[in-house]
């Protein structure tokens, strides 16, 4: 490989600025761009936020055309639905990350789980609904709890947990007749309810070849104790105790595997990141969902502990080597603490200006993971619901915690909130 590298990075997230703040440690690299980016990612070095929506994939091409880059890596979903990996590819630009077709898994929760029973893949019972009616006269005869996903890209906030009929009415004709998600929810899947612990597993994929990378467990909803509405995640750590040697090899042989033979028996060209949500209760292991990308917040530790060059690894899945690529992680743990605007993931406000986000300086053990923030003025405000997700290492999750805490206390803007629960799990 050259040291000459320009790598474009598509998304505005905590998961990009993790990606960013990687490659700018690689010899290889030499400029980073950043598709919008946020006021995290332009600090970083060798990088320049580029005003070009992620969504805008005819922009992104004719940028990476114009500038010449190597590699481009998507972040969000959304972009991949939309086929950027595709039109890339057509064009001769190196894309990472799966094609539109493939990305369905996540694009489509209908898919994914017609997907899973083809290939007697583990995952919840459900049914499938595309008629109102139809939906409400069969949570008549369903046993509570029940879950309820819009079928299509909700930011990760389109799934809900019904305790009764008349709540779950409530939420089938908020998402099929008011289109609270939009065209997202004019599908819906009806689930049984999992009970158990949950635990990301995420691998890059290459057709056939399969790298799993370090374990890693999110915090989906926004109240402590695991209740409340989802979110996109209110943090994360890495690596997830819960998932031992025995059922790392188990979620390879059973999920991962079948997987990724089910894509190419599909006819899917299957290159990227491939996370599987997984419901763990008494070493019994079902699928909750697919997505096509790294999670966020599960990338900000998961990058903090990768000691390998990040660059070098994509890279080798081009090459078609990743299976024997020499993947290696710090023996520390990384826990990080989402800190988001009061009101996500529903109504927020946005503009406020953070303090002591520069007074709080990043160290070896802690850095501060922008999501939604933007620069006015000078100072660097506040442009999202997931603002900040603040990220430490330690010679254990506690410790890791501790560092992560400490540091989220010294920062503050109007209407900060953020869960104080992030690790307990594991550290029990």
């Known amino acids: ?68 880059i190597d590699l481009t890596i998507v972040g969000p979903e959304n972009p991949l639905v939309k086929g950027i990996v595709d039109l890339f590819t057509e064009h001769g630009v190196k894309c990472f990350g799966p094609s539109s077709d493939a990305a ?49 890209l909700a930011a990760g906030k389109g799934v809900t947990i019904e305790e009764n009929i008349n709540t779950a009415l409530i939420t089938i004709g908020s998402f099929m007749k008011d289109e609270t998600f939009g065209s997202a929810g004019k599908t819906v899947v009806i689930e049984e309810f999992l009970v158990g612990e949950e635990a990301s597993f995420i691998a890059i994929v290459d057709g056939h070849n399969i790298l799993p990378l370090a374990t890693s467990q999110d915090h989906k909803t926004i109240g402590e104790g695991d209740i409340g509405l989802n979110t996109g995640g209110m943090g994360a750590y890495s690596p997830a105790p819960i998932i031992t040697e025995e059922l ?17 028996k599909e006819g899917f060209s299957y290159r990227g990141f491939l996370y599987a949500g997984l419901m763990i209760h008494n070493d019994e292991v079902k699928v909750l969902e697919y997505n096509c990308r790294f999670g966020d917040p599960e990338t900000q530790p998961i990058m903090m502990r990768l000691e390998s060059d990040f660059i070098e690894l994509l890279e080798s899945s081009f090459d078609n080597t ?107």
């Open 1 to 68: 490989m050259n040291n000459e590298y320009k790598v474009l990075v598509v998304g505005n997230g905590g998961r990009e600025h993790a990606f960013t703040w990687k490659l700018s440690q690689s010899k290889h690299v030499k400029s980073i761009y950043v598709a919008p980016g946020n006021a995290g990612t332009e600090r970083e070095e060798k990088t320049r936020n580029i005003d070009i929506d992620s969504s805008d994939i005819d922009s992104l091409l004719n940028f990476a055309k114009k500038e010449n």
């Open 104 to 152: 369905q898994l996540e694009g489509s929760k209908s898919y994914a789980k017609d997907f899973m029973k083809k290939y007697s893949i583990p995952t919840a019972e459900y049914e499938v609904f595309t008629d109102h009616d139809s939906a409400k006269e069969y949570l008549n005869n369903c046993s509570y709890p029940i879950v309820i996903k819009a079928n299509g």
């Open 248 to 264: 790392h090899e188990y979620v390879m042989h059973k999920i991962m595997r079948p997987t990724a033979d089910g894509l190419i």
């Open 322 to 428: 990743i299976a024997d690529f020499p993947i290696s992680w710090k023996k520390e743990s990384s826990l990080g603490v989402v800190m988001s605007s009061k009101g996500y993931p529903e109504k927020y406000k946005t503009g406020y200006a953070i303090k002591n986000i520069d007074t709080e300086k990043n160290s070896i053990d802690t850095k501060i993971f922008h999501s939604g923030t933007t620069k006015n003025n000078g100072e660097i405000v506040t442009s999202g619901g997931r603002v900040l997700c603040v990220t430490s290492l330690g010679d254990s999750i506690e410790a890791a915690k501790i560092k992560s805490y400490e540091a989220v206390s010294k920062i503050n803007w109007d209407g900060c909130y953020y869960r104080k629960d992030i690790g307990n799990k594991a550290i029990k």
